[in-house]
């Protein structure tokens, strides 16, 4: 039962797991002379996550900085103004480690990022195991400041750090008759409470038509508020698909699959009723038991505001539209 | 001072009302102290529902602790929760109403008639407003004893249609860890009634258990 004091928002570790300050301005030095050559700097990032990861609630804490260049890919740099990094990395889904919105903040610490490799399979010239510090290098950093709207009728405006999905796509060269790209993340029980919970069939699975996945907003991310990703945020590399929920962009990815059929997603197989496979941001279609007809930006105006009027994939339907060309958009829902 | 002795006097109705108040001022202070998280409208209208069910098992709980504890004090106390738990199922809705849907009534009119979610939770609060309108002395003389006794039973159904509501809301992410524990709360409080009616029904006439 989640009764909480507020006594428990913050829990302190024992007193010798606390990193000295002394330790940390020492990591931050190694950090800086580390990120001098530009190239290496979102490595260094990785190497140095570990030194950060005393997770607090705050989720305030500094990570090494992941430089980018602004995205020129269309509509992937909204003006709205950003949420605050506060409530981006303590307000979020990550069933994993606990099914409130603010577990992730308070349990992710655990997670392991390093090392940390994506096994590259299925219908694919060569299926490879990757190194992240291999991958990380395929494409140039981009800032994309998206819109993620969650299934749950809440957004955010959120920048992302990373590359587009195509570039690692092209490079690891898919068969042709791979139509489908799968998505597995991270499980593992020593290191997530969340999994012990039955509530999905873990690993949690994503996936995406080879031309969703191809689509140049489909952004491979590294990063966001130009930093490496928080651990609570899908830390070390996660998929952002901004025309989509946001349970469709999956954290902590380890397997990427190429496949001829479409895969079952994790929520679709749990409540095939409520949830899709496309999962497409739709204000006309809704949930069983709410409206997606608007929704609630996080830190956006008082409590008797109204809310938001949610846009046709997102705000993105000028650039994803053609997608779904002919597409029954309230049956493939 | 005993607390037997304690449980008649005023005073403890008093603090009993009192403190059930306490998670009411706690959310009227998280609001202007912006204690409530990243997204204070769902903190508001989720606490407001768990707070209803919490007092509503307390409610149910009473009956029972009256006759294992043998003192009949308690039924003191049994109007008052009762009328929290109706206090809190009101701010669950307004806060729905005014919050969640801007208070615009021909959407909620049809958000009411398009989910079974929604409807549910309103079907119970408008029973348990019933009940709260017939708990005053008045009510139950002009009702007398039986039929007022009969309508108030309703509160089994309100405790069904209550974890309903609860569990389609949580079914969303398949989270039924705390459905669960309330239904089974509420479970565990209607079987004992059931236990109890059948073993008065068991003994012989006029031994009282």
Known sequence: ?333 | MKLREFIRKPVAKIGLVTLAFAPFAWLCVGIFSDRLGPNPAEYLIRSTGTWTLRFLCITLAVTPLRVISGWPEWLRFRRSLGLMTFFYASMHALCYSLIDMGWDWPEIVADVVKRPFIAVGLTSLVLLSLLASTSFNAAVRALGAQRWRRLHQTVYVIAALAVLHFYWMRSAKQNFSEVVLYGAILALLMAWRIWHAWRVNQSPPGVRL
């Open chain 1, 1 to 333: 039962m989640l009764i909480r004091t507020h006594q428990d928002g913050f829990i302190h570790p024992l007193s010798s797991e606390i990193t000295k300050p002394e330790a940390y301005a020492t990591r931050r030095q190694l950090l800086r002379q580390w990120s001098a050559g530009a190239a290496a700097a979102g490595l260094a990032g990785w190497t140095q996550r570990e030194a950060f990861a005393q997770g607090g609630a705050s989720g305030l804490q500094k990570l090494a900085s992941l430089p980018a260049s602004q995205s020129n890919v269309q509509g992937a740099m909204t003006v709205e103004k950003l949420t605050s990094l506060r409530d981006a990395t303590t307000y979020n889904n990550f069933y994993e480690f606990g099914v409130d919105k603010s577990d992730p903040a308070r349990n992710a610490h655990t997670l392991k990022t390093s090392p940390w490799s994506i096994e590259v399979e299925g219908l694919v010239k060569k299926p490879t195991r990757f190194n992240l510090e291999d991958i990380i290098k395929w494409g140039a950093m981009q800032e994309r400041i998206y819109r993620m709207r969650c299934v749950e009728g809440w957004s955010m405006v959120i920048p992302w750090v990373g590359y587009s999905m195509s570039d690692l796509i092209k490079r690891v060269e898919p068969l042709p008759n791979a139509k489908y790209v799968e998505f597995i993340t991270q499980v593992d029980p020593q290191t997530m409470p969340g999994v012990k919970g039955g509530y999905i069939d873990w690993p949690y699975t994503e996936g995406l038509r080879m031309d969703e996945a191809m689509h140049p907003l489909t952004l491979l991310t590294f990063g966001m508020y130009g930093e490496v990703l928080p651990k609570q945020n899908g830390a070390p590399v996660r998929l952002v698909v901004p025309w989509k929920y946001g349970f469709k962009s999956g954290k902590s990815l380890v397997k990427i699959r190429f496949v001829e059929k479409q895969p079952l997603i994790s929520w679709a197989k749990a409540a095939p009723q409520e949830y899709g496979f496309y999962s497409n941001v739709n204000p006309s279609v809704d949930h069983p038991r709410w409206s997606q007809a608007t929704e609630r930006r996080i830190g956006e105006g008082g409590l008797l505001d109204k809310k938001r009027k949610t846009l046709m994939f997102n705000g993105y339907e000028a650039q994803v539209a053609s997608l779904y060309a002919g597409m029954d958009l309230a049956k493939n829902f």
